[in-house]
């Protein structure tokens, strides 16, 4: 995951192409023409877009617990849109 991170500098990104690969990634970011994972989304298979909500709402879990967390405030917002799409 190190030389993932290297390679896309953004851990969405990350978790995709550590699901799917990072050939995907690219050919989403080509076209979408963009590196941010929501704006490229839709240009990745649907397992791979499953995959990394599935990470940010575990994530949003566990971080959230004990009233804990590292995330911001937009952050948080982003993350509970997930939970709910999936929940």
């Given at each position: 995951m190190r030389d993932?991170?290297?390679e896309f500098g953004d851990w969405l990104l990350v978790v995709a192409a550590y699901n799917g690969g990072p050939r995907p990634i690219y050919n989403a970011i080509k076209?979408?023409?963009s590196r941010n994972f929501?704006?490229?989304q839709h240009f990745l298979p649907a397992e791979t877009r499953g995959h990394v909500k599935?990470?940010?709402a575990t994530h949003y879990y566990f971080?959230?617990?004990g009233g804990l967390t590292t995330?911001?405030?937009s952050e948080t917002t982003a993350y509970q849109k997930v939970l709910d799409e999936w929940y």
């Open positions: 993932l991170y290297r076209k979408s023409g929501w704006k490229l599935r990470y940010i971080e959230g617990k995330l911001t405030k």
